[in-house]
């Protein structure tokens, strides 16, 4: 066994074990099931008083494994010739800060933090003091740590809540931004309606969204899969078309400044990293199997980890035929005296 594999080894036993304690009073197995029985009820994940469940039992589930195979920015980047994985994701986050003029002085929201990566890395290139908000938990207290680690904790902070009903007051912010997270929201303008809410007049909100694109056919059986594959694996209510954003931050009162995909040429494939993970997936696949059957691993991690396996095929086919993209870019002002937002 070389020195990489034992590495990835031994790295995936102790994510093992993580995950092992963090979900050890509610089995993997049980929120498994949990969550694929959203599935069976579709309305209820259509709704704002459901989503919240839902959304937390699929972080519940993957949070570790996110960490340990992806890194702690949840989110995809364009591949940048030369450039690690790390550093593309680095500079795809710092764009971030740049859009909305972050400076030392700002005080900025994360909407949908997760474990607060991109978090640390604007807050560390801008000097501003960031936010966070997630709905998991678990994900606050991993946040937490890694800001502390990170000597950052005294810029970045994290709350535990639903970016639909946020505990900030009007007008209380300097900034915004969410990166693939508005996703999860059943109506985008619900989210877009409270950061709009919390942000002070004529300061800026970015956003990147997941969404299908110009070239999805909704009576394409192969696209009508792969779009309800990535829905199904990343516990979304149902992927918006691209051309719903703008009209939809306008309805809720934002000027719209810029729009554009990221993710087209000259941008290269956001999911090169996903086609050269597989080989690494069925080594650690093998790996969980021997551990879970040695009961080192709880029972359903194996589920787990198949599931977000057969979500990044989908998604990988998602950007092949062009369909999808995780990265359409929507930078918004909040008008310096509110305007009564246009009617749907």
């Not at 474990?115 to 709905?135: F, K, L």
């Not at 969410?178 to 909100?205: D, N, Q």
Request: hydrophobic share 40%; charged share 25%.
């Amino acid at each position: 066994m070389d020195a990489l594999t034992l590495f990835y080894t031994a790295s995936l036993v102790v994510v093992v074990g993580l995950f092992w304690i963090h979900l050890r009073r509610e089995k993997v197995q049980d929120k498994y099931k949990q969550y694929w029985s959203f599935f069976r009820r579709p309305k209820e994940i259509e709704t704002a008083d459901k989503v919240p469940a839902f959304v937390d039992t699929f972080y519940n589930l993957v949070t570790d494994i996110y960490e340990w195979g992806w890194g702690q920015s949840f989110h995809f980047s364009p591949a940048i010739p030369g450039k690690s994985h790390r550093d593309a994701t680095r500079l795809h986050e710092e764009m971030v800060a740049d859009l909305l003029g972050m400076a030392p002085v700002h005080r900025v929201l994360d909407a949908g933090c997760g474990v607060g990566g991109p978090m640390r890395a604007i807050a560390a290139h801008s000097g501003s003091n960031v936010v966070g908000i997630t709905i998991n938990e678990y994900q606050v207290n991993r946040a937490r740590i890694h800001n502390k680690k990170a000597k950052l904790d005294a810029q970045c902070d994290v709350v535990c809540g639903n970016f639909l009903q946020m505990p900030f007051d009007e007008n209380s912010f300097d900034g915004a931004y969410s990166i693939e997270a508005t996703c999860h929201a059943p109506k985008l303008e619900e989210v877009y309606g409270e950061i709009f809410r919390v942000l002070k007049p004529g300061c800026l909100y970015v956003s990147y969204e997941w969404v299908t694109t110009e070239l999805y056919r909704g009576d394409d059986p192969e696209h009508i899969e792969i779009i309800q594959g990535i829905e199904r694996g990343d516990a979304l209510p149902g992927l918006r078309s691209y051309d719903q954003i703008a009209k939809i931050a306008r309805e809720v009162g934002f000027e719209v400044v810029k729009e554009m995909d990221l993710a087209k040429p000259p941008a290269n494939p956001w999911w090169s990293r996903l086609k050269m993970g597989r080989i690494a997936y069925w080594r650690n696949h093998i790996l969980i199997m021997v551990l879970a059957f040695l009961g080192i691993a709880p029972k359903g991690v194996v589920d787990v980890h198949e599931m977000l396996f057969k979500t990044a095929d989908y998604l990988v086919r998602g950007g092949d035929t062009g369909i999808f993209t995780p990265m359409h870019m929507i930078l918004c002002r909040k008008p310096e005296k509110n305007k009564t937002p246009a009617s749907a």
